[in-house]
Antibody
Framework: EEQLLESGGGLVQPGGSLRLSCAAS????????MNWVRQAPGKGLEWVST????????YYADSVKGRFTISRDNSKNTVYLQVNSLRADDTAVYYC????????????????WGQGTLVTVSS | EIVLTQSPATLSFSPGERATLSCRAS??????LAWYQQKPAQAPRLLIY???NRATGIPARFSGSGSGTDFTLTISSLEPEDFAVYYC?????????FGPGTKVDIK
């Protein structure tokens, strides 16, 4: 059974940093594109970032580009999101999500999700 | 960036009723539209991808249709566990975007 477990969230002051982690199990992690999607309190879903299977390609939403960095360690089945220069509007639950793929390739859909880790930016 | 619109924001049904939810795109997304279900304090779950394909383990009462700019998610007979928020998401153009969601609640 596919499982994703996020950690690393917490309360941080504006301008601060955190490193979010997502540990994967139950599937061949190194074959899968991984993503971060966030949800502000009471709001909808926002795609944040994507990393390719080997880590050589990364993608970011304009709202986080230059402040957030996605990375992965396939030996540890873990994907990370380094979040820097945090602002109040970054307050959200951050979900790790596996990218949907089949024999033809991978797609910008999210077929398995972790339970999320809450990041609160406040002084 | 493609904007997805879901209206109304809330729909009310009784268990056993048929529910039809709408998603409209600001430009054509072909069939590259997915639907997700989110229950309170839970992560989203992929229901439908590429407009009409059910994801693994999704019951047959969920179906999707549409192409271009107009899409529909249909729940043929609402079960108690189906009362939730439903989001559409397009993958036709980067960046992937989500609609604002439709809440299906109990009448």
């Amino acid at each position: 059974e596919e499982q994703l477990l996020e950690s690393g969230g917490g309360l941080v002051q504006p301008g601060g940093s955190l490193r979010l982690s997502c540990a994967a199990s139950g599937f061949t992690f190194s074959n899968c594109v991984m993503n971060w999607v966030r949800q502000a309190p009471g709001k909808g879903l926002e795609w944040v970032s994507t990393i390719s299977t080997g880590g050589g390609s990364t993608y970011y939403a304009d709202s986080v580009k230059g402040r957030f960095t996605i990375s992965r360690d396939n030996s540890k089945n873990t994907v990370y999101l380094q979040v820097n220069s945090l602002r109040a509007d970054d307050t959200a639950v951050y979900y790790c999500a596996k990218g949907r793929h089949d024999s033809s390739g991978w797609y910008w859909n999210f077929d398995y999700w972790g339970q999320g880790t809450l990041v609160t930016v406040s002084s | 960036e493609i904007v997805l619109t879901q209206s109304p924001a809330t729909l009310s049904f009784s268990p056993g009723e048929r529910a039809t939810l709408s998603c409209r795109a600001s430009q054509s997304v072909s069939n590259k539209l997915a639907w997700y279900q989110q229950k309170p304090a839970q992560a989203p779950r992929l229901l439908i991808y590429d407009a009409s394909n059910r994801a693994t383990g999704i019951p047959a009462r969920f179906s999707g249709s549409g192409s271009g700019t107009d899409f529909t998610l249909t729940i043929s007979s609402l079960e108690p566990e189906d009362f939730a928020v439903y989001y559409c998401q397009q993958r036709s153009n980067w960046p992937p975007t989500f609609g604002p969601g439709t809440k299906v609640d109990i009448k």
